[in-house]
């Protein structure tokens, strides 16, 4: 699971992937790298991002880390969390039982990767660069200044 590797990342992963869907009604992102170092996030996309865009979701993202919510996990049986949540991007062999993990009451999503357990601990969101080809939004980004 060298994709889950950083908590830090994969956390920042959350709430940027909430973000992406608050703003523009897109998908979580379908493809991630998450590296220690920078990461980066596909989203199935129609254009590129603006500059302003690219400002108003680090923002929104870093105030999120900044508000300190906590990242709290809890357990769904299969059925109803596949009411409610996309199951997708689990593996397979999850079982019945399915984790669910939440920021604060800003997201939700299925996931069986390692998290920080206050967003603080991610420390400043920044975004690298985002680019745009073939339906697809890629989002770069580090965290640290
Ligand atoms: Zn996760």
Same mark, same amino acid.
């Given at each position: 699971?060298?994709?889950? *590797? /950083?908590?830090?990342?994969?956390? *920042?992963?959350?709430?940027?992937?909430?973000?992406?869907?608050? #703003?523009?009604?897109?998908?979580?992102?379908?493809?991630?790298?998450?590296?220690?170092?920078?990461?980066?996030?596909?989203?199935?996309? +129609? $254009?590129?991002?603006?500059?302003?865009?690219? +400002?108003?979701?680090?923002?929104?993202?870093?105030?999120?880390?900044?508000?300190? #919510?906590?990242?709290?996990?809890? %357990?769904?049986? $299969? +059925?109803? *969390?596949?009411?409610?949540?996309?199951?997708?991007?689990?593996?397979? =062999?999850?079982? /019945?039982?399915?984790? @669910?993990?939440?920021? =604060?009451?800003? /997201? *939700?999503?299925?996931? @069986? =990767?390692?998290?920080?357990?206050?967003?603080?601990?991610?420390?400043?969101? $920044?975004?690298?660069?985002?680019? %745009?080809?073939?339906?697809?939004?890629?989002?770069? %980004?580090?965290?640290?200044?």
């Amino acid at each position: 699971m060298k994709e889950y *590797a /950083d908590p830090r990342m994969h956390s *920042a992963e959350h709430i940027l992937n909430q973000t992406m869907v608050r #703003m523009f009604n897109c998908g979580r992102c379908f493809r991630a790298h998450i590296e220690k170092k920078k990461s980066k996030c596909d989203y199935h996309f +129609d $254009r590129p991002l603006t500059e302003k865009e690219i +400002d108003t979701i680090q923002s929104k993202v870093n105030q999120v880390i900044e508000s300190d #919510m906590p990242v709290r996990e809890e %357990f769904l049986g $299969r +059925d109803e *969390a596949q009411a409610q949540y996309n199951l997708e991007r689990l593996p397979e =062999g999850t079982g /019945d039982q399915i984790r @669910i993990i939440r920021v =604060g009451d800003y /997201d *939700a999503c299925p996931c @069986i =990767g390692p998290h920080v357990n206050f967003t603080r601990e991610i420390g400043a969101f $920044r975004i690298l660069s985002s680019s %745009f080809e073939d339906g697809v939004l890629r989002i770069r %980004f580090k965290l640290g200044g």
